[in-house]
Nanobody, 124 residues
């Protein structure tokens, strides 16, 4: 049974940083892309960042470019999201995604596995 477990969320002041981690179990994703999505109250679940299996190609939403860094450790079957210069607009539940089928990273239907989410709240 595949499980994705996120950790590292919490409450932070604007301008602060957080590191989210996602640990996968049940199968290896070392040959598959992984990603982070987020969903704010009343909004769609949107792609934040994605990373290829090799780690040498990444994608970022415009809203986080230059502030967030996605990375992965295939030996540990984990993917991380370093979030810097956080602002209130970054407040959301953050989800880890794996098992990319193909096509666009932003298409939620192309991801087979999801974590349960971790709350990030940024106070102004």
């Amino acid at each position: 049974q595949v499980q994705l477990v996120e950790s590292g969320g919490g409450l932070v002041q604007a301008g602060g940083s957080l590191m989210l981690s996602c640990a996968a179990s049940g199968r290896t994703f070392s040959r598959s892309s992984m990603a982070w999505f987020r969903q704010a109250p009343g909004k769609e679940r949107d792609l934040v960042a994605g990373i290829r299996w090799s780690g040498n190609s990444t994608y970022y939403a415009d809203s986080v470019k230059g502030r967030f860094i996605i990375s992965r450790d295939n030996a540990k079957n984990t993917v991380n999201l370093q979030m810097n210069r956080l602002g209130p607009d970054d407040t959301a539940v953050y989800y880890c995604a794996a098992g990319f089928v193909g096509g666009s990273y932003s298409d939620r239907r192309q991801w087979n596995y999801w974590g349960q989410g971790t709350q990030v709240t940024v106070s102004s």
